[in-house]
């Protein structure tokens, strides 16, 4: 030991910081496979079989699934999701009702992103008024979100700052399919290009290299330390030698 003396701040410091280091690598690591479940259980829906309207029974394990849709969207009533950015400029996501004829069901459909750089101006947007054939994916939300307030602004099209699609359709008075729909890239939509998850698999990965590197550094400077420290002991003159002299 009298070539290792790191003192006891420094090993306190070591013993909190090493776990909770090599912890966040290992958990960075598993939010990077739960990510990669997502993106194949995603491919893997996009590619199965259609469902229909009838079939969205509110199950999450529809989450990401095709449906074909026939009919008209609703154009006197659209809701406007705030606070919604793309490439750093913020804007609105539009979502309005649409009958769909063959299953006689309401659905919520988002058509996409639109940007609304003036406050002061309503955001622009076209309904088509003519039948439609669509197709849509199935969101599921990972989590209820965080609402700071359940009130709405008065008036069409309609501000909302989250989106409960029961609550929605409770507004409008009908019996409406109780998940969101999301309508793939086409004429009908505006900018549709839906990220899965907030950040890849890959990007996960890299921070757990990060908090795997910061641990080893923290290591390696405890044990330099620990050293050097032993090795500034050892040098010192003792009280007896200079006694002695």
């Known amino acids: 030991m009298s070539r290792f003396r790191p003192g006891l701040l420094p090993?306190?410091?070591v013993l909190a910081l090493l776990p909770l280091l090599i912890w966040l690598g290992f958990w960075q690591l598993e939010r990077s496979e739960q990510k990669r479940e997502l993106l194949e259980r995603q491919q893997a829906r996009q590619e199965a079989a259609?469902?229909?309207?009838?079939q969205l029974d509110g199950s999450a394990g529809q989450a990401y699934a095709r449906v074909y849709l026939?009919?008209?969207f609703d154009a006197a009533h659209s809701?406007?999701?705030d606070s919604r950015t793309r490439d750093g400029q913020v804007g609105v996501e539009l979502l309005q009702p649409f009958y769909d004829e063959?299953?006689?069901?309401?659905?919520?459909?988002?058509?996409?992103w639109l940007p609304w750089p003036d406050r002061r101006i309503a955001p622009q947007f076209d309904t088509?008024?003519?039948p439609l054939k669509l197709a849509a994916w199935l969101y599921v939300p990972p989590g209820k979100p965080f609402v700071f307030s359940e009130r709405m602004a008065e008036g069409w099209p309609r501000l909302i700052s989250h989106v409960d699609v029961p609550a929605l359709?409770?507004?409008?008075g009908r019996d409406g399919v109780a998940q969101e729909l999301r309508l793939e890239p086409g004429p009908s939509a505006y900018r549709a290009d839906w990220p899965v998850t907030s950040m890849s698999p890959q990007q996960h990965v890299g921070y757990a290299v990060q908090w795997f590197a910061l641990a080893a550094a923290l290591l390696a400077l405890f044990i330099y330390f620990g050293v050097h420290q032993a090795r500034g002991a050892r040098h010192e003159p003792d009280e007896s030698d200079h006694e002695r002299h």
């Open 11 to 13: 090993t306190l410091l």
């Open 50 to 54: 259609p469902l229909t309207p009838e």
């Open 70 to 72: 026939q009919g008209r």
């Open 79 to 81: 809701f406007l999701l």
């Open 102 to 112: 063959p299953s006689g069901r309401w659905l919520l459909i988002n058509r996409g």
């Open 128 to 130: 088509p008024q003519q």
């Open 169 to 172: 359709w409770a507004l409008l």
